[in-house]
């Protein structure tokens, strides 16, 4: 088994009217077996649209973030693809990925701005389809006093279609050796929360002094189209004591540091 790393940086949609916008970044961590030149053979680029995919293929979600009252129409929980959600119009942020079928992908956004002001809460949704929608339950982002900056997200597939998204929570088995750091609290189910007066920002300050970038491991389950199984959720699995963001920020930092012996 090899394993490749690869960065990929999308710019933020237009802002043409009814669009949402948030700058994103992708770090995928791909998985494989001899199969890197693998051509993809998705031509769906957009997030609202049904397609079938087999492994490795490129495949495009979307990632929907609002206060949680704003993805519900008459008591029904609709998919934020349905034109019957304002989401739009009450400030939602929308961020559009494209991981490879059945490779563990690490997305990360670092635009949050705006969550800090709901008090009752600001929740994201995983989404695609249109015909044969599929969305996730909501999930809590954060508050006016904490931010919860890791995800864990299966995207389960059947016949190389997808079923279903569901988040896996670890409930405070990451930050429990933490406890006694004022910075990081646990929320009980939800998960560790940050301080949102301990989140970095553009005033430098040594309070100030932590990373909310919110990033969501991704992973795959079920068979693609050729009935290949996917196998990525249970290598996340086995990983998931890990931090895969940590991973990326310290191979990052270690690239910038060899940078900067050749251009000073």
């Not at 490879?100 to 009752?120: A, Y």
Request: glycine share 8%.
């Amino acid at each position: 088994m090899a394993v490749a790393v690869a960065v990929a940086v999308a710019a933020a949609s237009g802002a043409t009217k009814g669009s949402l916008a948030v700058l994103l970044t992708v770090l995928v961590l791909g998985v494989f077996s001899g199969t890197a030149g693998a051509k993809d053979t998705n031509n769906l680029y957009q997030p609202c649209g049904d397609t079938t995919v087999r492994r490795l293929d490129g495949f495009t979600l979307g990632i929907a973030s609002a206060p949680q009252t704003e993805f519900v129409f008459n008591r029904t929980m609709l998919s934020p693809c349905d034109r019957r959600l304002a989401l739009s119009s009450v400030g939602a942020k929308l961020a559009v990925f494209r991981p490879k079928v059945d490779e563990i992908s690490l997305l990360t956004i670092s635009n949050n701005n705006g969550i800090d002001t709901v008090s009752s809460g600001w929740y994201m949704v995983a989404f695609a389809g249109r015909k044969y929608a599929a969305r996730s339950p909501t999930e809590f982002i954060g508050n006016v006093s904490f931010v919860i900056t890791s995800f864990t997200l299966v995207l389960e597939f059947e016949k190389g279609r997808l079923q279903n998204l569901f988040w896996k929570r670890d409930g405070c088995s990451r930050c429990s050796s933490r406890s006694s750091q004022s910075r990081v609290v646990c929320l009980g189910s939800l998960g560790c929360g940050i301080r949102r007066s301990r989140c970095k920002s553009n005033i430098t300050s040594s309070e100030r002094d932590t990373d909310c970038t919110i990033s969501i491991q991704l992973a795959f389950s079920g068979t693609d189209k050729h009935y290949t199984a996917l196998n990525s959720w249970y290598e996340v699995s086995k990983l998931r004591q890990y931090s895969l963001y940590a991973l990326y920020s310290n191979l990052k930092d270690s690239v910038s540091s060899q940078l900067g012996q050749f251009f000073p």
